[in-house]
T-cell receptor
């Protein structure tokens, strides 16, 4: 089944403890992206990647890192999480942004205490 | 930067009625897409309309695009309770997809 898989689905962590949210897609998509969703603010893009080893900042990149060493994987790294990073995170992928819709993962609900 | 803005923020209708949601945006686009999100779940792609298209249909969905007014509308005909969800428009530029804040649709049996 074609899908984007995120792990974990739920995570509670403490301030400052490094964490990684994994994202993997099995559709050979070149484009991958991370979003966070907050009440009243909608979805905001954190980082995106046009291909392997090509990443760029979205609208809210502060406090996050990403890497794209393989086409299928695009992990999101929070080196020192803070409470304002408590949010619902989505990974998405697509063949391209110009002609195709995105496939979204099921989301990761992160709470930083 | 928030590109698309949906209107209304919330919409409540009865089953069988039509639901219309609007989206306005600010800059030029390659295409405009609509997504559905059931509470707290991942977004599901519904339909994509290119900047050189004016209208597109998919099942009970009808999307229009007016690039001169920088606006789009999504019409869901003969709504069902299962259509209850949040609907987002998203505008596609060169390298990114930017979402609006969404319209919450409630369809009552």
């Amino acid at each position: 089944e074609a899908q984007v898989t995120q792990n974990p689905r739920y995570l509670i962590t403490v301030t400052g403890k490094k964490l990684t949210v994994t994202c993997s897609q099995n559709m050979n998509h070149e484009y991958m992206s991370w979003y966070r969703q907050d009440p009243g603010l909608g979805l905001r893009q954190i980082y995106y990647s046009m291909n392997v080893e090509v990443t760029d900042k979205g609208d809210v990149p502060e406090g996050y890192k990403v890497s794209r060493k393989e086409k299928r994987n695009f992990p999101l790294i929070l080196e020192s999480p803070s409470p304002n990073q408590t949010s619902l995170y989505f990974c998405a992928s697509s063949f391209s942004t110009e002609s195709y819709g995105y496939t979204f993962g099921s989301g990761t609900r992160l709470t930083v205490v | 930067s928030q590109q698309g803005e949906e209107d209304p923020q919330a919409l409540s209708i009865q089953e069988g009625e039509n639901a219309t949601m609007n989206c306005s945006y600010k800059t030029s686009i390659n295409n405009l897409q609509w997504y559905r999100q059931n509470s707290g779940r991942g977004l599901v792609h519904l339909i994509l309309i290119r900047s050189n298209e004016r209208e597109k249909h998919s099942g009970r969905l009808r999307v229009t695009l007016d690039t001169s007014k920088k606006s789009s509308s999504l019409l869901i005909t003969a709504s069902r309770a299962a259509d209850t969800a949040s609907y987002f428009c998203a505008t596609s530029g060169y390298s990114t997809l930017t979402f609006g804040k969404g319209t919450m649709l409630l369809v009552s049996p």
